[in-house]
């Protein structure tokens, strides 16, 4: 699977975008990019993951450069809740997808 | 409610008890995974189940675990002889299958073990 690496940690001021960046210059054409995050003391939670376009829910958008090989997660509207581990990791369509958590980026939303 | 269940929520036991955790999938989900994560690590793949195929089991520690599964229903994960070593959040996790892929995964709140 491709790796991924992201800032270890940044932070925003609330009601402000958070944008969350990663790289994986090495994907490969069938892997997604895919973002779950993890409150502290709670189980990860699916925000977001696309494949070249770019996508947009409830939760974030998910920007990714033309070729691939970085990615943007965008809070538009960050909270106090918003404060987690974010992880940015890749995988494989067709595969099992034993997921595996690099160390993630830590956001941490001020008042 | 329609995400991932899982109980107890915390469990405290002593070295050396069995202990036998649950997870209720989200309805219609037919691939199952239970994962491990220590204090401040990543996630540890234990096992994974999907419909009536042979399970996944090659991320099991020891024989010490087992997990068994019920059709495409309640999913439950024994640990036998704990040891303090065992420690650690249990989470489980489930997603559909399109097409024999698995889709995105949809992860329960955890049982946090502590033994002993």
């Known amino acids: 699977d491709a790796k991924t690496t992201q800032p270890t940690s940044m932070d925003c001021a609330e009601g402000r975008a958070a944008n969350l960046p990663c790289n994986h210059s090495t994907i490969s054409g069938n892997e997604y990019v895919y973002w779950y995050r993890q409150i502290h003391s709670q189980g990860p939670q699916y925000i977001i993951h696309?494949?070249?376009n770019n996508e947009t829910n409830e939760m974030a958008s998910l920007i990714i450069t033309e070729d691939r090989k970085s990615s943007t997660l965008i809070l538009p509207h960050a909270t106090l809740r918003d404060t987690a581990v974010y992880y940015c990791?890749?995988?494989?369509?067709?595969?099992?997808?034993?997921?595996?958590f690099g160390k993630g980026i830590t956001l941490s939303v001020r008042p | 409610g329609a995400g991932v269940s899982q109980s107890p929520s915390n469990k405290v036991t002593e070295k050396g008890k069995d202990v036998e955790l649950r997870c209720d999938p989200i309805s219609g989900h037919t691939a199952l995974y239970w994962y491990r994560q220590r204090l401040g690590q990543g996630l540890e793949f234990l096992i994974y189940?999907?419909?009536?195929?042979?399970?996944?089991k090659s991320g099991l520690p020891s024989d010490r675990f087992s997990a068994e599964r019920t059709g495409e229903s309640v999913s439950t994960l024994t640990i036998q002889r704990t040891q303090q070593e065992d420690s650690a959040v249990y989470l489980c996790a489930s997603s559909r299958v399109i097409s024999g892929t698995p889709d995105t995964q949809y992860f329960g709140p955890g049982t946090r073990l502590t033994v002993l």
């Open positions: 696309g494949l070249k």
């Open positions: 990791i890749v995988i494989p369509l067709g595969a099992n997808s034993k997921l595996t």
């Open positions: 189940f999907q419909g009536n195929s042979a399970p996944d």
